[in-house]
């Protein structure tokens, strides 16, 4: 991104001349892998990439991307990312003072001298915030004090349902920050149709551990041992298209829905769900090796004080060596380290590749890239 410029306002400016800058809204932990998916489709769209930041403004949960080439190519590009939440052009960035009341002032001030050049043709708009830091306002504060700002400047009337722009207004500690968000519907919620359970695994998520296997070529083969309502094994299916999956789960009521949501997909060719114990992985899938492993089993939360989880990994650790071929990889959610740890370092069959935390609706669960020796 190029130097930024001060508004008389103190307002920093985050445009950049003939380059189309973006921010994408996504899990923490996963912001490299954003860069990386823009990186390749960029690319392959024949666009310049002049800056990326995987901690833009010092932010978790962002990443910044930009492009020599207009808004429009730029955008098409960025609206194809699977590993993402939402698209978000940056346009100011400013600083708050620590009282509450003079921050919802100063956010009111500035904000109303702000050029926000999609306000100037629309009729409508809205404006969402989202909130992190300790502060004596509230997520609606801002929104409220903020679309003030906006109604001052530009002749738009806030409507919440059928806006023409939505105006993100996120504070970040001591931090303002003041974008234009691109996406209406989050990009991970492209499988919400069909059968989704509660805990059901978001989409981004999804193509984000299947994406950090670092694979040199495509598998053959790719199974999840705790496969729920298939969200891994679709995003699968479009990463690798000439790759065969299967799905294993316990419960019959995800099995019946995993199915459904593959039949849904039209990818019974490519997609085959069967029903059983991971206890007895390894008799279920006796008829083939596996290349690749991706799967996030139960977190256990409802039962964490009760349950050991060392047998639990050490089993699930034995029975997925059985069905993974020597030199494929497993990369599977883990929430209790210390339990997996420790089934880790008993097992000859795995070798530790990566590990890294990401967030997942208030929890932190790491991720972990292992290789069968």
């Known amino acids: ?12 400016s985050l445009r950049a001349p003939d380059r189309t800058p973006l921010l994408f809204t996504l899990n923490m932990g996963l912001e490299d892998v954003a860069v990386h998916e ?24 962002y990443a910044l991307v ?18 993402i939440h939402h698209v978000l052009a940056p346009l100011y960035t400013f600083s708050l003072p620590g009282d509450g009341e003079a921050a919802l002032r100063t956010i009111r001030t500035t904000v109303e001298t702000l050029d926000v050049e999609a306000m100037e043709e629309a009729d409508t708009f809205r404006v969402t915030t989202v909130r992190r830091g300790d502060h004596d306002f509230t997520s609606v504060d801002v929104q409220r004090v903020a679309g003030g700002g906006l109604d001052a400047h530009y002749a738009a009337a806030v409507d919440l349902e059928d806006y023409d722009v939505e105006v993100r207004v996120d504070v970040h500690d001591d931090r303002c920050l003041v974008s234009v968000q691109h996406t209406r519907e989050a990009l991970s919620r492209r499988q919400l149709s069909g059968y989704q359970p509660r805990a059901a695994l978001k989409a981004n ?9 670092h694979l040199d070529n495509p598998p053959d083969v790719l199974l999840d041992p705790f496969c729920g309502s298939g969200t891994i094994l679709l995003e699968a299916a479009h990463l690798w298209p000439e790759t065969q999956s299967y799905g294993n789960d316990w419960n019959e009521e995800a099995v019946a829905g995993a199915r459904t949501n593959v039949e849904r997909a039209g990818l019974t060719d490519r997609i085959t769900i069967r029903e059983g114990d991971v206890w007895h992985l390894a008799e279920r899938f006796d008829d083939g090796a596996a290349d690749l492993i991706v799967t996030n089993p139960p977190f256990g939360v409802r039962m964490a004080s009760s349950m050991d989880f060392f047998p639990f990994y050490r089993r699930v650790l034995g029975q997925m060596a059985a069905v993974l071929r020597p030199g494929g990889r497993t990369v599977m959610l883990v ?37 069968r020796t």
């Not at 991104?1 to 920093?12: E, L, N, V, Y």
């Not at 210390?338 to 795995?350: I, K, T, Y």
Request: proline content about 8%; aromatic content about 8%.
């Open 335 to 371: 929430l209790r380290q210390g339990p997996f740890n420790a089934a880790l370092s008993e097992s000859e069959a795995f070798t530790s590749r990566h590990v890294r935390a990401i967030e997942i609706g208030g929890l932190y669960p790491y991720v972990f890239v292992l290789e």
């Open 66 to 83: 930009e492009a020599r080439a207009g808004p429009a190519p730029t955008l098409d590009v960025a609206r194809r990312m699977r590993s």
């Open 1 to 12: 991104m190029s130097p930024p410029k001060s508004s008389p306002r103190s307002a920093t």
């Open 205 to 213: 998520v999804a193509y984000a551990l299947l994406r950090l296997a």
């Open 38 to 61: 823009f990186r390749e489709r960029a690319a392959a769209a024949g666009l310049e990439i002049t800056d990326t930041d995987d901690a833009p403004l010092d932010l978790q949960s």
